[in-house]
Each structure stands twice: as C-alpha cells, then as structure tokens.
C-alpha cells in the first residue's frame, strides 16, 4: 500500500522553503501520496496546498518585539512562541487526507508544536520533524551563536534585552512538556546537528536519523558548455569565485570581503586571476567598490535551472558564514562538481574533505579564508579538475535524490 505522506512549511520559496518541496516532490518521483501544506506558496505544483492565514495582532506584537532584541540578534531569534495555527481542526485537510506519515520542516511562528500530540492521538501516524536550523530545539532562536542556554532551560538568553527575558525560558519549558508526551521522530541535515539534538531536552528519549538534504543530480551536474555560451555573457577565462551576498551577519560576507582584500595586499597580480561572482542582494557591492576586482551580481535567482547554470558557470563557490546548519548552497556546489571552501560549520563536516575536494576553515579568520582561497588560485589545473571529480563524487554518494529516498525508506522501517 501507497504511503501518504503530509508535509507542513511556512512557504515553498525561502531557503528552508525550498529545501522541504524538493524533499516533497522526491517522495512524489517515487511512489509516495504526497502532499505539501503552506502558509505562503509560489510554486505552481497542485500538490502544494497554500493555507494562506494571517493575524495582524501577532505581527504588529512580533515587529514591536524586534527592538527588545540585543543587535547582534535581530535576525535570529524568531520564534515568540505565538503560532497562527493552534489546533489540528483548523488544518481541513487532515481530515481529508488522513495522513500516514507526517513531516514537518520550517514552521517557527506557523504551527504550534502542541499539534504534533493531537495529530499522533487521532492518526496514529509516524511523525517527523525534519530540523532545518536548531530553532525546533530552543527557546526561540534560529541561528544561536555558539550559546548552549538552550541545552537546559534557555534562561539568561543573550539574544533578549532584560523586558524580554523569560520569554525564550517559557517557550522552551512549554516544548519539553510538548514533547514529553509526543511521539515526534527527529531528522537532521548533518553532524553537527545530530550533535544539537543529542544534548536537546527536547529531543531526549526521540529517535532521531540523519537525513542530508537533496539535490537533483541530473539538473545540478557539471555541464562545461555553459561557460562557452552562458547566458550573462561572463567572461570565464578568469577563475570565478562564487558567493552568495547577504547582509546577515551570520553569513560572513564582511569577512571574505576582508579576505579579498588581504589576498589583493598580499599580491596585486592575483587580482587578475579571479573574477568575484554573487547571487543574493546588493551588499557586497557597497563593500567592494574601493577594491579594483572584477565582481559581477546575479541578484536572486528564483529559477532552479537558472541556479544550476550559475554552479555549472563557476570554478569554485566560498562559502563564509559563521554560524548556519547548511548552507544548502554547499550542497548544490559540491553535486555541481564544484570544490567549496568553507568554515568548519554545518554541512562542511559532512561533504568537504579538506584539499581533495575543497578546503576547510578550521579557524574563523578572514586571514584564514584568504590563505584558502590564495591556495586555490595556485593550483594547478590538473590539480583543480581532480577536486571538481570528487566533489561531483561525494555530491552523488551522499545528496542525490536517489540516496535520499533510499535512507528515508530505509528510516520508515524502523
């Protein structure tokens, strides 16, 4: 019998968004009922099922709350413990559809966690949470800059000015009563998660399975016509750096900055061996402009085809966040046959084997990154299409939507 399968996200278009419709359109390719609910959708897929609520209370308090924030934090503490679905009876579909598995991915201010008791008492069904960033796990944090408050009672959060403190205290007191009771089984995209979730109060007494996020290997995969004849009209004679540009903090785009700049100090003719290449927001533009590189900005690429023709246009993609479970742009890299450079953070661990496929930063440090960098633009092209195979390599044995089936199929039989 046909398994049918529920899955609940904010939306289908963010970076977590995104990430939860390939993972339901992979289970829909192979055999599986499958179904997507949403708050917020784009995609046109029928199965994608948009709820469309809103609550301009909770908005207007969510926005007033944004200045009790220390600075550092305003862009990752979101969960106020407020949640625009509070009861399985407001999701009809349920009903309808009578799920046997249920999948939640991105859901922070969305659904309430108490509906995964209700669902398991009147379904009975396998319940998944598939942990995206660590917010399932704390008091309301997405990104949690290393502090491990959220290991006990979340108390004396550093993201909350005094006004505010017990509210991540109370959210997290009122998810480990939640999941006292809850049968809720744990996914998790890497190591580094898996160990969050092994020091969660949250997660104690929970199966928990490690499940790489999936990318399409026949769309993202070398592909080298593209950098005779691409569509920007790039010139590729230079070795292209791709980043993505972003103004978060967390996402480190100052330091690569500081990076190039060093790598420049250091030896001005290199300057002339690279070409910087972003997609994301403007940024990095406003930071470069007293730096004589060539830099060119895609802005934000909402096709996947297009996304794979910028890997498949690039040498090698940097990676500099600081704190961030993914990216899932290292994992659209490395299956594009790209070597990454990357901080010794979130899925770098899992699919970076230093110098054979890429280099990791074991030290946050923009001279760190430089010297990685530098050691890239001096290797020898042999050297540098033999990094391009294996990442191509690691990509299919570990992310590929046929290994992805094959460990979640293999996850539903225990």
Not at 52 to 68: A, D, P, R, V
Request: hydrophobic residues 40%.
């Amino acid at each position: 019998m046909r398994k049918k399968i529920l899955h609940l996200s904010n939306d289908d278009f963010t970076g977590a968004g995104l990430a939860a419709l390939r993972f339901h359109n992979n289970l829909k390719k192979n055999n599986f009922i499958s179904y997507f609910l949403v708050n917020k959708k784009k995609s046109n897929f029928s199965s994608v099922i948009e709820i469309n609520k809103n609550n301009i209370f909770n908005n207007f308090l969510n926005k007033s709350e944004f200045f009790l924030l220390t600075e550092r934090n305003k862009y990752a503490f979101y969960n106020k413990n407020r949640y625009l679905i509070n009861d399985i009876n407001e999701i009809n579909f349920f009903e309808k559809f009578k799920p046997d598995i249920v999948i939640f991915h991105w859901i922070s201010n969305f659904i309430n966690p108490i509906l995964f008791t209700q669902i398991y008492k009147k379904y009975k069904c396998k319940i998944f949470w598939n942990v995206i960033d660590i917010a399932p796990l704390t008091g309301g944090c997405h990104v949690n800059w290393g502090c491990k408050n959220f290991k006990s009672t979340c108390a004396n959060c550093p993201a909350i000015r005094p006004l505010f403190q017990n509210r991540p205290k109370i959210t997290l007191k009122n998810k480990i009563e939640i999941f006292k009771n809850s049968k809720v089984n744990f996914l998790y995209t890497g190591k580094w998660m898996g160990k969050q979730i092994e020091n969660s109060p949250i997660a104690k007494n929970h199966k928990n399975y490690k499940l790489m996020l999936p990318v399409d290997e026949k769309l993202f995969k070398p592909k080298p016509q593209v950098k005779k004849n691409n569509s920007w009209r790039i010139n590729t004679k230079k070795k292209i750096i791709l980043f993505r540009s972003s103004s978060n903090l967390r996402k480190g785009v100052d330091i690569l900055i500081s990076a190039i700049e060093h790598l420049i100090n250091k030896s001005y003719l290199l300057k002339n061996k690279f070409c910087l290449l972003s997609i994301g927001d403007k940024f990095a533009e406003e930071r470069l402009k007293n730096l004589d590189v060539e830099y060119i900005n895609l802005g934000n690429i909402d096709s996947e085809h297009k996304l794979s023709e910028v890997y498949q246009l690039s040498d090698i993609f940097v990676s500099p966040s600081i704190d961030d479970v993914g990216p899932m742009m290292i994992n659209e890299a490395v299956i594009s046959g790209l070597p990454v450079i990357s901080f010794n953070i979130g899925v770098a661990e899992d699919l970076i084997i230093n110098k054979i496929n890429g280099y990791i930063v074991k030290k946050i440090s923009y001279k760190n990154l430089s010297n990685s960098i530098n050691m890239y633009l001096n290797s020898s092209n042999k050297e540098i299409n033999k990094m391009k195979k294996k990442s191509r390599i690691i990509g299919l044995e570990k992310i590929s939507l046929k290994k992805h089936i094959k460990i979640f199929k293999s996850i539903l039989r225990n």
